[in-house]
């Protein structure tokens, strides 16, 4: 499936870029995997995990056409 | 609409007439309001000059709208909630957040007035990186 990530404050200084479109993605999992081999610094970084503008805990089963959003700490005001 | 997005800071303009607009509201007896400003910290011998937001607007516009709701349930009294929050470039002195409540009573105003900042420093999509007088720059977080 076809999966569009998002990068966030730090992480797209760290990465260098605010969106990437992933093909062939098979699983939240291999979704993980494939950034982190990409970007392997991002795991210094503490974020949370928004799909489709939704803060998700576990492991969520993703859709394609899915929008995933990587979301260091907060720092609004 | 449930939060507006300003490029830079938030302007005066843009607040009066939130204010002026208020006054529409014929059953509200009361407006709280809450300005956040950009702050000069100082640390290592460097003063920050500005503060750079960005936010992720489509959860933060999903997000304002679930404070939003939690606000209206929990004081009855409230008639109006408005939410202005930069993007982008903003100097120290400037003011980068906005929040007005309206209610019946001052009471319910200014307690709504209250959690709703603290909703939105908690739960809003916004980063900041400070950038200071000598150029170098560092992504802060809300304690």
Redesign the interface.
């Known amino acids: 499936m076809e999966i569009e990530v998002f990068f966030f404050g730090v992480l797209a200084d760290i990465t260098g870029i605010r969106q990437k479109h992933y093909n062939d993605v098979k699983s939240f999992a291999d979704l993980k995997y494939r950034i982190g081999d990409e970007f392997p610094e991002i795991v210094h970084y503490t974020f949370r995990i928004a799909v489709n503008n939704e803060i998700v805990n576990d492991e969520p089963l993703l859709t394609g056409g899915d929008e995933v959003a990587l979301l260091p700490p907060f720092a609004g005001g | 609409m449930e939060i507006l997005l300003t490029d830079g800071p938030v302007r005066i303009s843009v607040i009066s007439g939130l204010i002026a607009k208020a006054g529409g509201l014929k059953d509200a007896g009361g407006h709280s309001l809450f300005l ?1 400003q950009v702050r000069s910290d100082v640390s290592d011998n460097k003063a920050v000059k500005a503060i750079e ?2 936010v ?1 607007e ?2 933060a516009e ?1 997000e304002a709208g679930k404070i939003k709701a939690i606000i209206f349930s929990e004081f009855p009294d409230v008639r109006s909630v408005e939410l202005v ?1 930069s993007a982008g470039l903003v100097q120290a002195g400037e003011i ?2 906005f929040v007005m409540i309206s209610a019946r009573h001052r009471q319910q105003a200014i307690d709504a007035c209250k959690k709703t ?1 603290e909703m ?10 400070e950038i200071f007088d000598d150029g170098t720059h560092k ?4 304690k």
Do not use: A, D, E, I
């Open positions: 956040g937001y960005s992720f489509k959860m999903s929050h980068s957040l900042v939105v420093k908690h739960r809003l999509p916004v980063w900041k990186k992504w802060q977080q809300n």
